[in-house]
């Protein structure tokens, strides 16, 4: 069964760091692309980065270009988001999702982790 | 970037209705286009891959269509657990884009 395990959401000030963890198992990970999707509270989805199945290729949305950071560890099953200089209007729950198929970009998510909140706020 | 727009933004439907929402690019996207649903408090789950698709364990009523920029999904004979919020997203280009939601109430 596949799972992925989203952690590392929380309180952070305006301009601060935080990272992301997604935990996968029950699949090859690195055989698949992996994305960020966020949802601000109340609102719809928004796709934030992805990685391909080895690392060597990322995509970002234009609104965290250059302030987030998207990487795997292929040993540790494990994707990562490193987000810095955040913004309130960062703040959302933060989903990792599994490409359906084993594509270099991914195109739909056929897997979802739990989501990790994280909030924004002085 | 490629603009999913998705009509209409809430629906009110009967159990054992047939219910249609549609999505449209503001560009050509060919078949790359997903549907999901969510329900509150819990993660997507997809429905539709390749405009027409049916995923894995999910039920026969929901079908999608289309191509290009005008993409329709189909829920058959509404049943109580399908009363969610429904999202299509694009795959033709990144950066991959969702329209804004379905929200599907009951009557």
């Known amino acids: 069964e596949v799972q992925l395990l989203d952690s590392g959401g929380g309180l952070v000030q305006p301009g601060g760091s935080q990272r992301l963890s997604c935990a996968a198992s029950?699949?090859?990970?690195?055989?698949?692309?992996i994305s960020w999707v966020r949802q601000a509270p109340g609102k719809g989805l928004e796709w934030v980065s992805a990685?391909?199945?080895?690392?060597?290729?990322?995509y970002y949305a234009d609104s965290v270009k250059g302030r987030f950071t998207i990487s795997r560890d292929n040993s540790k099953n494990t994707l990562y988001l490193q987000m810095n200089s955040l913004r309130v209007e960062d703040a959302a729950i933060y989903y990792c999702?599994?490409?359906?198929?084993?594509?270099?970009?991914?195109?739909?998510?056929?897997?979802w982790g739990q989501g990790t909140l994280v909030t924004v706020s002085s | 970037d490629i603009q999913m727009t998705q009509s209409p933004s809430s629906v009110s439907a009967s159990v054992g209705d047939r219910v249609t929402i549609t999505c449209r690019a503001s560009q050509g996207v060919s078949s790359w286009l997903a549907w999901y649903q969510q329900k509150p408090g819990k993660a997507p789950r997809l429905l539709i891959y390749a405009a027409s698709s049916l995923q894995s364990g999910v039920p026969l009523r929901f079908s999608g269509s289309g191509s290009g920029t005008d993409f329709t999904l189909t829920i058959n004979s509404l049943q109580p657990e399908d009363f969610a919020t429904y999202y299509c997203q694009q795959a033709n280009s990144f950066p991959r884009t969702f329209g804004q939601g379905t929200k599907l109430e009951i009557k």
């Open positions: 999702a599994k490409s359906r198929e084993a594509a270099v970009a991914g195109n739909w998510f056929d897997s």
């Open positions: 029950g699949f090859i990970f690195s055989s698949y692309a």
């Open positions: 990685v391909s199945g080895s690392g060597g290729t990322t």
